[in-house]
């Protein structure tokens, strides 16, 4: 195992590929689990969000023109030592958890 990990790396492998996503009623669109203001105007329209893995941003595009950079969420900003990655990535693991167990309350919950 590497002594130092870069959790933000990912993003590079990435850099320069597109999601399109629709935009919400509040202006907003979701990339995994962050949702991202986009502007309110644009509801149920399409944007494409564009990686700018250098500048750590999505680039939003509308007709094929960029509108505005959105700077991208979830990101440490540092190296981390093993150790410390690892309890980040249990930290993770049971928020993920607690957040599908939610979900699924909710969905039990509209179905009866």
């Given at each position: 195992?590497?002594?130092?990990?870069?959790?933000?790396?990912w993003l590079r492998a990435i850099d320069g590929k597109r999601f399109?996503?629709?935009?919400?009623h509040n202006g907003s669109v979701s990339v995994d689990k962050h949702e991202y203001y986009v502007k309110k105007q644009l509801r149920g329209r399409y944007v494409?969000?564009?990686?700018?893995?250098?500048?750590?941003?999505?680039?939003?595009?509308?007709?094929?023109?960029?509108?505005?950079?959105i700077k991208v969420k979830g990101l440490y900003g540092e190296v981390l030592g093993f150790a410390d990655y690892l309890?980040?990535?249990?930290?993770?693991?049971?928020?993920?958890?607690?957040?599908?167990?939610?979900?699924?309350?909710?969905l039990m919950r509209s179905t009866n």
């Open positions: 195992m590497p002594d130092r990990i870069d959790p933000d790396r399109k996503r629709r935009v919400k494409v969000l564009q990686v700018d893995a250098s500048q750590q941003q999505f680039l939003v595009w509308l007709d094929g023109k960029p509108i505005k950079p309890a980040l990535l249990c930290q993770e693991a049971v928020s993920d958890w607690r957040r599908w167990q939610h979900k699924r309350r909710r």
